[in-house]
């Protein structure tokens, strides 16, 4: 998968950046635009310092400049995500925080209370939230200074509407909050459909399909989140309580809905997301049907075979 090939680069980047290191002092850290600086409690040591600033500078993630912040003339926080943009679905959100007095990554902070909020206009005098995750975790033990999160945007920015991000940093007790920020989140290129809504009794859940752009064509690990709405629509989505069950039926639309064996249910892991196995025969266009079952066996949404509750991605 994506994240494991990136990881991987990173190590070979650090190891073979290390052993020229280690040849020639003149060719330090420092030659080629990583900081490293004199020990301090605070920031990384230099290999996850090489790792964290590798990771945020390969292309693959992109800085949101708008959400840049200086927090008490003491560190910046940046925030990034795939190619320094944001679309409707889910998107995975990086934050790392460095010392303005020496440039070094910060290891020990935590970002809470992450806050989307969708303005609606146009005649339409209402504000809802979004899905998102848990508390931000940290991306990778090797490298402690990336914190990860993610948030699954239901519409996209534009004439119906306007998205603020706002989200608290902690660190060593201190709590300081970066209010509401307006961002741009932009439509999936079609047809691809990242993220569908299904009700049970009066309480509506979403299925934000979270690693849509992993796939290839053979066996996929196929990774989901379930979100619930609360009481109160302006605030967060939180993971759903409830225990489901997740059937697949891949068809491709443009080939007579012909399937693909070998499928196997997203069921509920550990750390709150759902995962399965999804089999995808060849590239194009394909729709992800889907069967909600209860923690009873019960079926909630969606049917089995051509259901009309469906992800669509393109391969």
Known sequence: MKHIFIKASLLVFAALTFSACSGDDDNGPESSGINIPEIDDECCNEE??????????????????????????????????????????YNDLY??????????????????????????????????????????????????????????????SGDNGYWDLAYTLEKEGSKWRKEDTRIVVDPLAEPRVWIKSFKVGNDTFYLSLANASDFRTGNNVIKAYVSKVGTDRKQPYLLAPERFTIDIYPTMPDMGNHSSPGNEALTLQPDGSYEGRLNLSMTGTWDIHLHVKDAEGNSVAGEEGLSELFWTVVI
């Open 48 to 89: 996850e310092t090489f790792l964290a600033y590798t990771f945020l500078t390969n292309g693959f993630v992109g800085e949101i400049e708008s959400l840049r912040e200086q927090v008490d003339g003491k560190y910046e926080l940046r925030v990034y995500s795939a190619a320094g943009k944001l679309h409707v679905g």
């Open 95 to 156: 934050f790392s925080l460095t010392k303005l007095s020496n440039g070094g990554y910060v290891r020990d902070f935590d970002i809470t209370d992450i806050t989307p909020l969708m303005t609606m206009t146009g005649g339409m005098s209402m504000q809802h939230s979004t899905p998102i995750g848990p508390n931000a975790v940290v991306h990778d033990k090797t490298f402690p200074a990336v914190r990860r999160a993610w948030v699954s945007f239901l519409m996209s």
